[in-house]
């Protein structure tokens, strides 16, 4: 683990420096580091370099000046012992003369040669005379004592065209002193070889004497003799002839020289060579600033050049993150669609469960409660179509925000579509909480909604299971939620249930019903059954009743008691009824065509049939595509359906009564409907529920009231059916009450298609037959 | 006042000296010579020629000299000198007076002079003439 994190921190670290803002000041620091190191290592390189070269051309110029001195020193002493020579052998005056006839002496312009007797007299010269005489200079006394040459001394201060006086003694024959014969050079002679080209304006080159005294020195034009130096300190110390000259202060004008001198053998005379210092290394100096200059300017561009680069990738690496973070919103744009509705904004049906398994999951670690309520609007569906879409949206978006409105930051409010919504209250410590949301949940909305400038009031409906009483899983508790709502709607809506067992068992059988129902049409799960109406004079089937029977693959046949009011709820019964029409009529044609007699054939209808605005349409549709008689077409209407809505049911029942097809009441006597208004209603005929025969026969009170009602068919001119007669007395009471026609198990059970054409084929071959099975013509009865 | 007198006497004749033009001679055999010639070899840049000089500080001298060259009398010795001290020369030699610089001239064919012009003759040959 070590190692690994070691390596990913050095990767981190390393990763970092490739970031330009680390990156190209590094580079840039690394750079000038570089520009600086080389230019201050080559300027003191060429620093050195230049004082070691002037150190060694100090030395060299003093072997070159020591060599010329020599030469002219030597010159000097051979004309002084050659006029010596002269003098002492020929003993004579004009010695000088001779010689310079001869062409011996050094030339003129340079050198001036006397000859000085014994009382310092000048006796001959080759120059211009001075004074006449020497006797009281103090190289003349000298030479007296002495027989060397003597050199003498210029006073101190700047030197023009004084001269060096170079002399030696003149002896008799028999050696007494005899005079001086003395060579005078001009002092700048001896610096007539100073070099400016070598040695600048501030070099020096010199002659001193060994008592330290300095005969000539010439610094550029400027030439001055009589400083007094330290004779000890200007010899180098060493001996060796190539050691490098060190660098001194002159003592005479302060100028740092590198300067040597050395002693010129046989005279009592040195040299002195010496390169000032600050000139020397100027040109280096100059270079010096010039790399210096370079380097800075380098530097600047360095700088400059990293700057713009850096900026340069700094604004490609913004960039960079900006298309990043673009690519990464719209990838949080696409999640959170995916995981949004987007009318609401709240999370949708995969956001939901997602977030409701983690809850579940939490909630079973820390052994807490939670809450799914689901809540479905209850007359949206209403709105959506008289308002418009626009409407139901707005409404859907402002139920949401009071739904979040009030419900806790931990709680969630998801939209699972339509008009579903659903609340996840991960806390909770018992039910009674989730019923206290729930009943604020619905006092919130059925607040009013202002729609496109009207007020409207909706209720809603919510159904809740809670975790983990009502399910363990994601799955079972959304289901069981939906199912709870359900029967909140079940119970009449604007009301909250909490999820039961028992509900659960309805509500699931209803459930399968209604996705069966649905699939019921197309899989051709339906059946018809008929039931005969006998005529109660004659016995013979006077027509027939339609009934629907479902053959559910699993459940068996199915009656319509169970299924229909699931149809009605759903609306699955306007193509179901559509269905049962059409099968009907082409039934009916069919028998007709086969020769059996034209029987009436009749055929229920519910409310939302009836309320069906295509109704008239579809059944005008159905009797030209059957080719079927409307005559002997019957709906049956329920009483309770008739009565609803009085105006409304003429204008629909006049429209079917037009299309010539018959009218029933179904179910007569339970309405409570008055003689008056089923006056106004264009009826063919009344059928009395079966609850008046149940308990009629054999008491009284029931007997006058179906007579009653008999009569008041009777009354209105209509045909009156007697329905569901079971019994023997059942049947023999109504036909003495005068009924037109009998319907019931006591006669015929329902029966499918085939088996009721052969009881037609029958009654058609052996009435006696039929009426023998009714019972009704038998006359012992 | 002795020393001012022959002073003056002497800047007058200077004066007349200065009045007579001057003449670069050489031996009638030589070939001729330019003046670049002539001043190389009186200032020591070249020993192609063998130059006489008259008396250092004579009138001829320094008239010569600051016509020919236009250097005073300071700069040829410091020239000299400093060629002399050196060792890559020897000055011209010195000669007493024109009649000697002839003399030599007229014996050496290598041998370059200056004199008066009124002093010309046939022994020489007038090679440049300074006014």
């Known amino acids: ?781 | 006042m002795k020393a001012t007198a022959l002073s003056l006497l002497f800047a007058l004749f200077a004066a007349h000296v200065h009045a007579e033009d001057i003449v670069v001679i050489v031996n009638p055999t030589a070939k001729p010579v330019s003046k670049e010639q002539i001043v190389d070899a009186y200032l020591g840049r070249s020993a192609e020629l063998m130059p006489v000089d008259q008396t250092v500080g004579s009138a001829i001298y320094t008239e010569f000299y600051k016509k020919a060259t236009g250097r005073d009398v300071a700069q040829i010795k410091a020239i000299w000198s400093r060629i002399l001290f050196t060792g890559r020369g020897q000055p011209p030699k010195q000669l007493p007076d024109s009649a000697a610089v002839k003399k030599i001239v007229a014996a050496n064919p290598n041998a370059v002079g200056y004199i008066e012009k009124s002093a010309v003759d046939a022994t020489v040959k007038v090679v440049l003439p300074l006014d």
């Open chain 1, 1 to 781: 683990m070590n190692a690994r994190s070691w390596r990913e921190t050095l990767h981190r670290r390393v990763g970092r420096i490739t970031e330009p803002q680390i990156l190209f000041p590094l580079i840039a620091a690394a750079l000038l580091i570089a520009v600086w190191t080389a230019t201050l290592g080559v300027v003191r390189l060429k620093d050195a370099e230049a004082e070691h070269d002037a150190a060694l051309l100090s030395r060299e110029l003093l072997g070159t000046y020591e060599a010329q001195v020599v030469r002219v020193l030597r010159e000097i002493d051979q004309t002084l012992n050659l006029v010596k020579f002269w003098h002492e052998r020929n003993a004579a005056h004009g010695a000088l003369s001779e010689l310079k006839n001869r062409g011996l002496l050094p030339p003129d312009l340079v050198f001036s040669v006397s000859i000085a007797d014994r009382d310092g007299a000048i006796a001959e010269s080759t120059g211009p005379v001075g004074t006449g005489s020497v006797a009281d200079q103090d190289d003349f006394r000298k030479q007296r004592d002495a027989g060397t040459v003597l050199v003498g001394q210029l006073p101190q201060g700047p030197t023009g065209d004084r001269k060096l006086l170079f002399s030696k003694r003149l002896n008799t024959p028999k050696g007494d002193f005899d005079g001086v014969v003395m060579v005078a050079v001009d002092a700048a002679f001896f610096v007539s070889g100073y070099d400016a080209s070598k040695l600048g304006e501030h070099g020096v080159l010199g002659i001193l004497g060994t008592d330290g005294v300095v005969r000539v020195r010439r610094s550029g034009e400027s030439m001055f003799s009589g400083d007094v130096v330290d004779y000890a300190s200007v010899l180098p110390k060493s001996d060796e002839a190539d050691a490098v000259p060190p660098l001194s202060r002159s003592s005479w004008d302060g100028v740092w020289r590198w300067s040597t001198a050395r002693e010129i053998y046989g005279f009592p005379l040195a040299i002195l060579v010496g390169l000032a210092q600050e000139e020397q290394l100027a040109t280096v100096r100059k270079d010096a600033l010039g790399y210096l200059s370079w380097a800075a300017a380098g530097s600047v561009g360095i700088i400059l050049l990293m700057a713009v680069l850096g900026r340069m990738s700094w604004q490609l690496a913004q960039s960079r993150l900006r298309e990043s973070e673009s690519r990464l919103e719209h990838a949080r744009r696409i999640e959170y669609l995916a995981y949004h509705d987007g009318l609401t904004g709240l999370p949708n049906r995969s956001m939901f469960s997602k977030l409701l398994t983690q809850r579940i999951s939490e909630a079973r670690r820390y052994n807490k409660q939670l809450a799914v309520a689901f809540l479905d609007l209850d007359r949206f569906k209403q709105i959506n179509d008289t308002l418009g879409h626009e409407a139901g949206d707005q409404l859907l978006i402002d139920v949401a925000a009071r739904l979040e409105g009030c419900v806790r930051d931990s709680d969630t409010v998801a939209r699972l579509g339509g008009d579903e919504f659903v609340v996840l209250l991960p806390e909770m410590d018992d039910g009674k909480q989730a019923s206290i949301v729930a009943q604020k949940i619905l006092s919130v909305i059925g607040k009013a909604f202002t729609l496109i400038g009207h007020e409207f009031r909706v209720t809603a409906s919510i159904g809740i299971s809670l975790y983990p009483h009502d399910g363990d899983d994601e799955q079972t508790l959304t289901k069981n939620a939906d199912i709870a709502m359900y029967q909140a709607k079940a119970e009449g809506k604007n009301t909250f249930q909490f999820y039961s067992e028992k509900l659960n068992a309805n509500t699931l059988e209803r459930l399968t019903l209604e996705s069966s129902l649905r699939h019921a049409l197309e899989r051709n799960e339906f059946r018809l059954y008929y039931q005969a109406k006998r005529d109660i004079r004659s016995g013979g089937i006077a027509g027939m009743e339609a009934l629907l029977r479902w053959e559910h693959p699993d459940l068996g046949t199915v009656t319509p008691g169970q299924f229909i009011p699931v149809a009605e709820d759903t609306g699955l019964i306007v193509p179901i009824g559509k269905w049962v029409l059409k099968t009907a009529c082409m039934q009916s044609v069919a028998w007709q065509n086969e020769g059996l007699p034209p029987l009436s054939v009749a055929v229920n209808m519910t409310a939302r049939q009836f309320s069906d605005e295509y109704l008239l349409q579809d059944l005008a549709a159905i009797l030209k595509d059957t080719g079927m008689n409307p005559q002997l077409l019957e709906i049956e209407l329920s009483e309770a359906l008739l009565i609803h809505d009085v105006e409304t049911t003429l204008r629909i029942l006049t429209g079917i009564k037009s299309l010539g097809i018959r009218i029933a009441v179904d179910d007569f006597g339970t309405g409570y409907s008055s003689l008056a208004t089923l006056q106004r209603f264009p009826l063919d005929t009344v059928k009395i529920d079966r609850s008046f025969l149940g308990e009629f026969i054999g008491r009284s009170e029931d007997s006058v009231l179906a007579d009653a009602i008999i009569a008041m068919g009777k009354s209105l001119s209509l045909t009156v059916i007697a329905q569901g007669v079971e019994t023997k007395e059942q049947a023999e009471f109504l036909r003495t009450h005068a009924c037109d026609e009998l319907q019931g198990f006591y006669f015929n059970r329902p029966l499918p298609a085939y088996q009721f054409a052969q009881l037609m084929r029958a009654q058609t071959a052996d009435i006696s037959y039929i009426g023998t099975r009714a019972g009704l013509l038998n006359p012992e009865l």
